[in-house]
């Protein structure tokens, strides 16, 4: 009983929401600041930049990652959509030759697959469906998380990036068969 309240613990720490931020006494100005702009400034935010990422990424995948300068993601992005698709064609080839032969069977014609039978092919059919289906529903994910992973990585620019605050829950194990749990919160000054 304690082990699974133990993992019951972990899990809360490893999936709450931490949140570190100035009270709203001590919050800064909200206004943009155009005046001394230079290109170079490392504090200039364009605020339309995750929204031209992301629209860039819907138009062409892998596009908003251009934007970004985050070119080493363009062939991971097409590699995955070119996979997920290049099963979905398979998937469906298969499945209309498997559809064709059932045709063929009932009306008693010969046909590609001879040795199986109406339900052999029917199940055949019913499997290369549900293949087909979740390859497309893959490519989609995919595609989807590509615009926004060019939105979240044109929210969170790496000079922006604060090292000061990390959580990291951690699974200690002890030599005398016992599991601990544990959390580091580290505050670096």
């Not at 998937?91 to 559809?99: K, P, Q, S, T």
Request: aromatic fraction near 14%; glycine fraction near 4%.
């Amino acid at each position: 009983m304690s082990k699974v309240f133990g993992v019951l613990i972990f899990l809360l720490f490893c999936f709450a929401n931490i949140f570190a931020q100035q009270k709203k006494d001590t919050l800064p100005s909200t206004r943009l600041k155009v005046k001394n702009y230079t290109p170079n400034d490392d504090y200039f935010v364009n605020p339309l930049a995750p929204a031209k990422a992301a629209f860039y990424s819907t138009i062409l995948p892998g596009l908003g990652q251009a934007y970004n300068k985050k070119y080493w993601k363009i062939p991971l992005i097409y590699g995955a959509l070119g996979s997920s698709l290049y099963f979905y064609k398979i998937n469906n080839d298969n499945y209309n030759r498997v559809f064709d032969a059932l045709k063929l069977e009932l009306q008693g014609k010969p046909h590609e697959f001879e040795s199986l039978d109406i339900d052999a092919l029917e199940r055949a059919i019913n499997r290369f469906k549900k293949d087909r289906d979740l390859a497309l529903f893959i490519s989609v994910g995919l595609y989807i998380l590509n615009i926004l992973e060019a939105n979240v990585d044109a929210h969170l620019p790496d000079k922006k990036l604060n090292s000061n605050l990390s959580f990291t829950p951690n699974l200690f194990v002890s030599p005398i068969n016992s599991i601990n749990y544990g959390v580091a919160l580290t505050f670096k000054f």
